[in-house]
């Protein structure tokens, strides 16, 4: 491996290579332009350019494209050239400033929600010079935003800027009633912990289910799955370390910040977490890391499973999204310091958390919830659906105690005693860590667990950045206009305490008396499904938050809350038609085939000795044409259900019935497919089995 801090960001048009590259002039105002989100020159645009283009093909580039998000979950790109002709029939390597800052591509392909017709096509991308340009498969990728002709935006990254650039501003006012002038800007900052699943590629490729959906669809469990705790922390198998070795390689080309990596609980899941950096290059680099992932595996000779519950039995993977603000000048705004209870700035950017948290849950849940998350949440693996924030019991005693005029009384960090004298002694923390919260405060961060594993992590935090902004709003109106700011500010976080202390809970989130008690004593909303939880996108304080900050119009949410439902529905009915074409194809003549076998046994041992007993044949034949007949009828019945649901032209009614009908119909036709797994001989099944697939990597 090459020196780590000469490869790290070898392919990135970073700042230090700007710095090297652009004259001085040029540089600063393209600083000046990332600073203060001033429109950029063309003539500057034009020199930039250039020496990207330069440095490009020195890294062996021979094609630009404008990379962006559109609204499918995952990147676009289109690939163009370098090459321009000359009158002599020759070429020359060109890039403009308008080819960098602005391309045009085919709005009328990507989902839109309705914000574009089939025949309007025209859409644009804009350079975001917030996002380092880098090089990927020989081709300079410029990250960008991507708007229709109208200028809706039909991305993920857009209304992510404008929600950082909301929260940006409404921070602002808060810091300068503190008297803290120096500050010129406020980003929030993420680092997105990644789940993944390892497994053999060829036994990938004979799984439909896996090819078509991503999880299996079928599938008994082996004698041993994750209950021993073994492979959590365990040792890392070679081939899985010769994966994430590369894996970390080709993540430090492109400046992204790998840091931690390690088994997780399930056989052949593992984890990568980064070190944080500015949300919307956070965004940018997790939709990287996830397609590099990819490409790294299929190196190996491995499947890398990205899917929030690829195996039923054992755990799914989650997204945790851990979410602070900071300012220019180094100082995280969530971090207590060593006396939190003496630190009103760190306790009012606290209060605006929880408040947000309380009154925007369903924005939250909305931003994590898909077909495939749904087979997460509420398992002994990740939160339950109902959302709450944990602070630990120093932060909760301080508010009690701001709460009831109280003094609070500070305990000291006492030692932790280990009981073994030759190790050094070191301070306890005041609070555990609550895996059970789908909100937790970690130190100096919030730890948002309940997304999936591989969603964008562009919605959780555009609802977070926006949320928190109102509430800054609200606080910044009110103690602008105080007369006495110190009196007002106390009342300020007393008052939002009391309100919102509903929200607080730090005990076991997965205990079924929490959910009766968050949702009939405190009034938490728990939307246990996907369809339960989408409506809410629109609700009018919703629609209103949104507008309010300029970070989508009210077209553009009902766009999403189209494009939303439609997804969950093509995902289901995928599903499901992926189910019926293996059961009718594959599983049902397989099975019949071993029955036949059986069949065929039992005749050739009657007929060699009439008086032996074929007890294990025919029982087995007995049981499995039993299980036949069930699989046959409930495969009917799931295909009369799909083709009822093509007849529902309501995207919104469709996801209900998906949810009501279809998903009910797929389990009753898994029961008896599993259950006849379980007693077909193995060189008769059609499909690898979750043995195979969960402990085939060496």
């Known amino acids: 491996m090459s020196n780590i801090p000469e490869l790290f960001a070898s392919m990135v048009f970073d700042n230090a290579t700007m710095k090297e590259r652009l004259p001085r002039e040029t540089y600063k105002s393209l600083m000046k332009t990332i600073s ?52 002599d029939g020759g070429i020359i390597m060109e890039f403009s400033g308008k080819e960098l800052v602005k391309g045009e591509t085919d709005a009328s392909s990507f989902p839109s929600g309705g914000l574009r017709a089939t025949f309007e096509a025209r859409g644009y991308t804009a350079w975001d010079p917030t996002s380092y340009a880098f090089i ?29 650039e909301a929260i940006n501003k409404q921070t602002l006012r808060v810091l300068r009633l503190f008297g803290n002038e120096d500050v010129t800007s406020v980003k929030t ?32 469990m082996p004698p041993k799955g994750q209950e021993m705790d073994d492979h959590y922390y365990g040792t890392i198998i070679p081939k899985v370390v010769a994966y994430m070795k590369e894996l970390d390689e080709e993540l430090w080309k492109l400046g992204i910040f790998a840091k931690t990596k390690h088994n997780e609980v399930a056989p052949a899941q593992h984890e990568l977490a980064p070190i944080f950096t500015t949300t919307n290059i956070a965004t940018d680099h997790n939709q990287l890391t996830m397609e590099i992932m990819k490409k790294v595996a299929h190196k190996h000779g491995l499947a890398c499973l990205l899917h929030e519950k690829p195996f039923r039995g054992v755990n799914g993977s989650g997204k945790h999204n851990n979410w602070s603000i900071s300012t220019n000048t180094g100082v995280n705004l969530l971090e207590p310091g060593e006396t939190p209870h003496q630190n009103a700035q760190f306790l009012l950017f606290l209060c605006a958390v ?8 369903d924005l939250l849940r909305v931003g994590v919830a898909t077909a495939s998350n749904d087979h997460r949440l509420g398992a002994n693996e990740a939160p ?6 944990f602070l630990g019991t120093e932060l909760t005693d301080i508010l009690t105690a701001i709460e009831n005029d109280s003094a609070y009384d500070r305990k000291e960090k006492e030692a932790l005693k280990i009981g073994v004298h030759v190790l050094p002694k070191f301070p306890k923390d005041t609070t555990d860590r609550n895996r059970t919260s789908p909100f937790a405060f970690t130190g100096n961060k919030f730890e948002f667990r309940m997304l999936g594993s591989q969603s964008s992590i562009a919605g959780t935090n555009i609802a977070l950045n926006t949320a928190v902004a109102e509430e800054l709003r609200q606080f910044a109106d009110i103690l602008e206009n105080a007369d006495d700011f110190g009196n007002a500010l106390h009342d300020l976080i007393k ?14 989130g997965y205990d079924d008396a929490w959910i009766e008690e968050a949702t009939k004593v405190r009034g938490l909303h728990n939307y246990r499904a996907t369809p339960d939880a989408l409506p809410h996108f629109v609700d009018e304080n919703n629609i209103k938050l949104y507008k309010t900050h300029k970070v989508f119009s009210e077209a553009e949410m009902y766009a999403r809350h189209e494009i939303h439902f439609e997804n969950y529905n093509k995902l289901i009915r995928i599903e499901a038609l992926t189910m019926i074409d293996m059961a009718s194809k594959d599983i049902l003549p397989a099975v019949c085939g071993y029955v ?11 007929n060699a000795c009439p008086s032996v007993s074929c007890l294990y044949e025919e029982k087995t034949i007995e049981k499995l044409s039993s299980l036949c007949n069930e699989i046959y009828e409930k495969l009917g019945e799931l295909r009369e259900i799909v083709s009822e649901s093509e007849r529902i032209y309501d995207s919104q009614k469709l996801s209900r ?39 085939s990597v060496k």
């Open 36 to 87: 203060d989100g001033k429109h950029l020159d063309l003539a500057v645009a034009n020199v930039v350019a250039n020496a990207m283009k330069n440095w490009a093909i020195e890294k062996g580039a021979t094609h630009f494209t404008h990379w962006f998000q559109p609204m499918t979950g995952v990147t676009a790109e289109k690939h163009d050239s370098f090459i321009s002709p000359t009158a």
């Open 136 to 164: 990927k498969d020989g081709t300079l990728c410029i990250p960008t935003a991507y708007c229709s002709f109208g200028g809706e935006a039909l991305d993920k990254k857009t209304p992510l800027l404008r929600s950082m």
């Open 189 to 220: 900052t993420v680092g997105p912990e990644q789940e993944y699943f390892l497994i053999d590629e060829a036994l990938f490729n004979k799984r439909k289910d896996l090819i078509y959906t991503g999880r299996t669809l079928f599938g008994s």
């Open 354 to 361: 929880i408040k947000a948290v309380n009154e925007y849950q």
């Open 384 to 389: 339950p659906a109902v959302i709450s924030i």
């Open 495 to 508: 008052k939002t305490i009391s309100e919102n202390k509903n929200i607080i809970f730090n005990g076991n």
């Open 596 to 606: 036949k076998e059986l069949s065929d046994t039992v005749i050739s041992k009657k």
């Open 657 to 695: 019935f998906c949810c009501d009908n279809i998903i009910p119909a797929m389990d009753n036709l898994r029961a008896p497919v599993d259950e006849a797994e379980e007693i077909t001989c193995e060189k008769n099944w059609p499909y690898p089995s979750y043995g195979d697939l969960l402990f």
